[in-house]
């Protein structure tokens, strides 16, 4: 009697537990990417604004990749990667702001991209 008492408590809990349900956060991303003068501004923009997504999904920081190489017992490579599988909308539009950076013989522009994403983490 006691088991069927405790099995029907235990069955209670999991079929009627309360859902839970993470909350939707705003974050902050920004990234940015250099362009030569002969490359493409409309493909280095993009690529600014998917390293500021990249950025909020690190800030989010759900799941944690890391990956170390070396060679020879010296470190060549360290890399951390946040990987976050759920569901990532960007909040207003990207905005972004240029730099140019005049060397010797060559003009290099930098995009820089700022954005807010909103993250269910769910």
Do not use: C, W
Not at 82 to 96: L, M, R
Not at 107 to 112: G, S
Request: proline share 2%.
């Amino acid at each position: 009697m006691i088991r069927l008492f405790a099995t029907i408590i235990l069955a209670g809990i999991f079929f009627f537990a309360p859902p839970v349900h993470a909350e939707d956060k705003i974050y902050d991303g920004y990234g940015e990417s250099q362009a030569g003068a002969l490359e493409n501004p409309d493909f280095t923009k993009m690529r600014a604004r998917e390293d500021a997504l990249q950025d909020a999904k690190d800030k989010a920081g759900v799941y944690i990749k890391s990956f170390s190489r070396s060679i020879n017992s010296y470190l060549t490579d360290d890399d951390i990667l946040a990987i976050t599988n759920s569901d990532v909308k960007e909040i207003g539009t990207t905005q972004y702001d240029t730099e140019e950076l005049r060397t010797a013989e060559l003009l290099i522009t930098i995009y820089k991209a700022t954005l807010k994403a909103k993250i269910d983490t769910d």
